[in-house]
């Protein structure tokens, strides 16, 4: 069993969709990120949040730290929001990330 | 801007080859880190560095050496190319200490062996 696991691992969804993405962990953390990667590879940090709940324009991310549980949602989701989400943990010691197999979304026009 | 540079994005070597990728960063960070992604497997780390000189082992680092000389700069060597590393090699830096710092990464480099 993977430390940190996605769902769904593909996710269509027609334009203007809201869209969720979920990440559990079974390790102690510090940290949680949510990274997106499009086509060509780049990685982009999204989120970074030990707590609570972070938005940025259209996305926000959730913590549960007693349930080790995280979840990313895109509301009004757009074709240009099309990429792999990535979730990865920082554990409690060190600088190394763990990271989930990525969700590969599709926003369809 | 926070800027990590590698310095192919993509590169086609023949099996035996002693290769090198490099990755640059211009943040002043302590901590640099070497990454491939395969499909199915998500991201898994080879190599990481908390300083100059220093290095560690990360969780797939058969086949692999890695050279921090200068701060900025920490390259990925694969001392004898096999067809079994044809993947994406991502490169990152952070800053050291702080809970949580987020990593900064490249852009990646598709590297095929033939």
């Known amino acids: 069993k993977n430390e940190v696991e996605q769902s769904p691992q593909n996710l269509t969804a027609q334009e203007g969709e809201f869209i969720t993405i979920n990440c559990s962990y079974s390790v102690g953390i510090s940290a949680l990120h949510w990274l997106q990667q499009h086509p060509g590879g780049g990685i982009v940090s999204l989120f970074m949040l030990s707590s609570g709940k972070k938005k940025h324009g259209r996305l926000i991310a959730t913590i549960n730290i007693q349930e080790k549980h995280s979840s990313l949602h895109i509301t009004a989701s757009h074709p240009r929001d099309s990429a792999v989400y990535i979730c990865?943990?920082?554990?409690?010691?060190?600088?190394?990330?763990?990271f989930g197999e990525g969700t590969q979304l599709t926003v369809n026009p | 801007d926070v800027k990590v540079t590698q310095s192919s994005r993509y590169l086609v070597k023949r099996t035996g080859e002693k290769v090198f990728l490099e990755c640059v960063q211009d943040?002043?960070?302590?901590?640099m880190f070497w990454y491939r992604q395969d499909p199915g497997l998500g991201l898994r780390l080879i190599y990481f560095s908390y300083d100059v000189k220093m290095k560690e082992k990360g969780d797939i680092p058969e086949g692999y050496s890695v050279s921090r000389e200068k701060k900025e700069r920490f390259s990925l060597i694969l001392e004898s190319a096999s067809t079994n590393q044809t993947s994406m090699y991502l490169c990152?830096?952070?800053?050291?200490?702080?809970?949580?710092?987020?990593?900064?990464f490249g852009d990646g480099t598709r590297l095929s062996i033939l």
């Open positions: 990865a943990v920082k554990e409690t010691s060190g600088s190394r990330l763990t």
């Open positions: 990152a830096s952070s800053p050291q200490g702080g809970q949580g710092q987020p990593q900064h």
């Open positions: 943040m002043d960070h302590e901590n």
